[in-house]
Nanobody, 122 residues
């Protein structure tokens, strides 16, 4: 069974930082694009960032560009999201995803984690 497991969420004050991790089971994920999405209460799931299988190509949503950094360590099948300068608008449940193609749309990913909650207080 393919699994993605997120960790690292929590409560942080505005201006603070958090680093999310997403561990994958199976070497197959090393050939997949990986991404982070987020969903706030009452809102649709939105794209945050994606990284290709090699780690050399990344894309970010405009709302997080310059503040968030996505990276991956294929030796341990893990992708990260370093989040700096957090603000209350970043409060959401963050989901890790994996897909053979990648991109900014949720339907481009075939595997999803259960999510980790990030809450930013003002």
């Amino acid at each position: 069974q393919v699994q993605l497991v997120e960790s690292g969420g929590g409560l942080v004050q505005a201006g603070g930082s958090l680093k999310l991790s997403c561990a994958a089971s199976g070497r197959t994920f090393n050939t997949y694009a990986r991404a982070w999405f987020r969903q706030a209460p009452g809102k649709e799931r939105e794209f945050v960032a994606t990284i290709d299988w090699s780690g050399r190509s990344t894309t970010y949503a405009d709302s997080v560009k310059g503040r968030f950094t996505i990276s991956r360590d294929n030796a341990i099948y893990t992708v990260y999201l370093q989040m700096n300068s957090l603000n209350p608008e970043d409060t959401a449940r963050y989901y890790c995803a994996a897909g053979s193609v990648g991109g900014p749309r949720a339907n481009q990913y075939s595997a999803w984690g259960q999510g980790t909650q990030v809450t930013v207080s003002s």
